[in-house]
């Protein structure tokens, strides 16, 4: 870890001493993004947020991220668009482990991709999101679902693991 990421790691954890209140989480981003996360104006984050590589991750503008998320980006970029909502407990994972093993050693990480989450999506509870996922504008998906592939936009989804339940209508396109 670098030393501006211990920085940032030991700043983040004392932005968990503001109360867990909306306008505290208000007050998070903005120390947060003062700080130097990627933080977009108008935004939120909740307490107890996990992120492995704060230089990876970038949350866009009037997006809300709820408590208690983990967020992996070990070496790719996760990317939260404009108007986005995570619920709480969601994990955003990039890395797969290699499922064979030697018995000698720990399983080594096999592949990275990054995750996008395009603009106006909302995520409910303790979703998961796999690596290489894009989560399509203005899509929805409902509480413990796992995501496992691309999430065409306006679409609900649902599910372990998630597929498009239906077609969302878009307001004033």
Excluded at 98 to 105: E, G, H, I, V, Y
Excluded at 130 to 136: K, L, Q, W
Aim: net charge positive.
């Amino acid at each position: 870890m670098s030393g501006s990421s211990v920085f940032l790691y030991i700043f983040h954890g004392l932005s968990n001493l503001f109360p867990g209140g909306t306008v505290h989480s208000y007050r998070r981003a903005s120390f947060l993004r003062r700080l130097g996360l990627q933080i977009g104006k108008d935004s939120f984050f909740g307490k107890d947020i996990f992120v492995l590589d704060y230089k990876k991750l970038k949350i866009g503008q009037n997006s809300g991220i709820n408590h208690q998320v983990y967020f992996d980006c070990q070496g790719v970029p996760i990317t939260i668009g404009d108007g986005c909502l995570v619920g709480f407990r969601s994990c955003f994972i990039t890395g797969v482990h290699k499922l064979t093993t030697d018995f000698k050693s720990l399983r080594p990480l096999t592949e990275l991709k990054p995750i996008t989450i395009e603009d106006y999506v909302w995520i409910g509870a303790n979703v998961t999101v796999y690596p290489g996922v894009t989560i399509g504008r203005g899509s929805v998906i409902s509480a413990g679902s796992v995501v496992t592939r691309d999430i065409e936009k306006y679409s609900l989804a649902a599910g372990i693991p998630a597929r498009e339940i239906r077609l969302l209508e878009p307001e004033n396109l």
